[in-house]
């Protein structure tokens, strides 16, 4: 019988997003080092429970024009923040409301995820999406587009945008985590992500109220970060890793798809025809 692992999917923060010149893929893949848990482990040397998990950290394209070269010229600055785009100044003043979906990072997440499970001996009862800031935002709506997948996420210094128009309502996201394990972590005092913006604040009551889910406020002392703007809630994993990983090694889904990868094939190939429609859209 074959050994099967858990799996941890990592989304980054939004640092990304300036990466737009020079060797791209390298300074992306810095950035993933420093933020991965099991990248930044593995980097330091530590041995313990996160060897024991399958790990997977895509890169966000930084904008646009990194999807697709017949990309509009108009769009081709947007950024991108995982699965929404919009313009750099207006993400800085959380200001959603020239915000879009992005069906494509939708895709080629799902189908990366799909590849991972069809190749490798994941355990389908414990796979988690774990991610910070931006990736915070993206482990929720990733959960949000594959509800049956995630035994657990974990959003930290997190938010949730409502984009109208654009199957994107932190109604509907709670809803749709039923069944899903939500562990978010924030720090009181955060000076970016602050837990009074309505896109942090309404997704937290929401949680509360329908879910019986309570955010894990990190101290100040770990989340201060190199900028003291106490973002850093990410830092609670690498102040005490080994905890971390088996209080998550010990959640299971107790209910999976009967067969996963043709759950992961079937949305797949729902997105196929979402971002269809979405690389029209422009030209309308």
Same mark, same amino acid.
């Given at each position: ?137 993206? @482990?929720? &709506? /990733?959960? !949000? $587009? *594959?509800? #049956?997948?995630? =035994?657990?996420? +974990? ?44 896109? @942090?604040? &309404? /997704?937290? !009551? $929401? *949680?509360? #109220?329908?879910? =019986?889910?309570? +955010? ?44 996963? @990868?043709?759950? /992961? ?20």
């Amino acid at each position: 019988c074959q050994k099967l692992f858990p799996l941890i999917v990592y989304l980054h923060s939004a640092a990304s997003s300036d990466i737009c010149k020079g060797d791209v893929v390298g300074r992306q893949l810095e950035l993933v080092l420093r933020e991965a848990p099991q990248a930044f482990l593995a980097e330091q040397g530590h041995q313990g429970p996160a060897d024991g998990f399958i790990g997977l950290a895509p890169c966000c394209p930084p904008n646009m024009a990194a999807i697709a070269e017949e990309t509009p010229k108009a769009l081709k600055r947007r950024k991108l923040f995982w699965f929404k785009s919009c313009e750099t100044f207006a993400y800085a003043a959380w200001n959603f409301s020239g915000a879009a979906r992005c069906a494509e990072v939708e895709l080629l997440t799902s189908e990366l995820l799909l590849h991972v499970c069809r190749e490798l001996p994941v355990d389908t009862t414990r796979i988690f999406f774990v991610g910070a800031s931006a990736g915070g935002y993206a @482990v929720l &709506r /990733l959960a !949000e $587009l *594959l509800p #049956e997948v995630p =035994a657990a996420i +974990v959003p930290m210094a997190g938010y949730y945008p409502d984009i109208p128009g654009h199957d994107h309502d932190v109604t509907m996201l709670v809803e749709r985590l039923r069944g899903v394990q939500v562990w978010p972590m924030h720090c009181e005092s955060d000076r970016l992500c602050r837990p009074e913006l309505p896109h @942090v604040k &309404r /997704l937290y !009551e $929401l *949680l509360r #109220e329908h879910r =019986a889910v309570e +955010v894990e406020w990190v101290p100040e002392a770990i989340a201060r970060g190199s900028h003291s703007n106490f973002h850093s809630a990410h830092q609670r994993i690498f102040s005490n890793p080994d905890a971390f990983f088996r209080s998550l090694g010990q959640i299971s889904r107790p209910k999976v798809a009967q067969d996963l @990868v043709c759950y /992961l094939q079937q949305r797949v190939d729902d997105l196929h025809v979402v971002a269809a429609a979405a690389r029209i859209q422009p030209w309308l």
